[in-house]
């Protein structure tokens, strides 16, 4: 079955970094558009970047700059590097693959 499993989230001051992780199983991922969505305390859940199988990105004006997707196919995997984190960003982040989600993994940024 699909399997989408985040890692990398935690506690970061404003201005620093973290490095999200998604590993997909049960799915061809080469071809597959995988997505990193975001849903903040009494927010809805937000498109926060998607990456295709081609390697075209699109993101959300918000993360536009600071935040970059990437895919390594040979692992399965798809990153979220996240810059010049922001109060704003506290969230838990999803990985997506059509209708699928992995649990979340908790991002919390202090100011």
């Known amino acids: 079955q699909v399997q989408l499993v985040e890692s990398g989230g935690g506690l970061v001051q404003a201005g620093g970094s973290l490095r999200l992780s998604c590993a997909a199983s049960?799915?061809?991922?080469?071809?597959?558009?995988m997505g990193w969505y975001r849903q903040a305390p009494g927010k809805q859940r937000e498109l926060v970047a998607q990456?295709?199988?081609?390697?075209?990105?699109n993101y959300a004006d918000s993360v536009k700059g600071r935040f970059t997707i990437s895919r390594d196919n040979a692992k399965n995997t798809v990153y979220l590097q996240m810059n010049s984190l922001e109060p704003e960003d506290t969230a838990v982040y999803y990985c997506?693959?059509?209708?699928?989600w992995g649990k979340g993994t908790l991002v919390t940024v202090s100011s």
């Open positions: 997506n693959y059509i209708f699928y």
């Open positions: 049960g799915i061809i991922f080469s071809p597959s558009t």
């Open positions: 990456i295709t199988g081609g390697g075209s990105t």
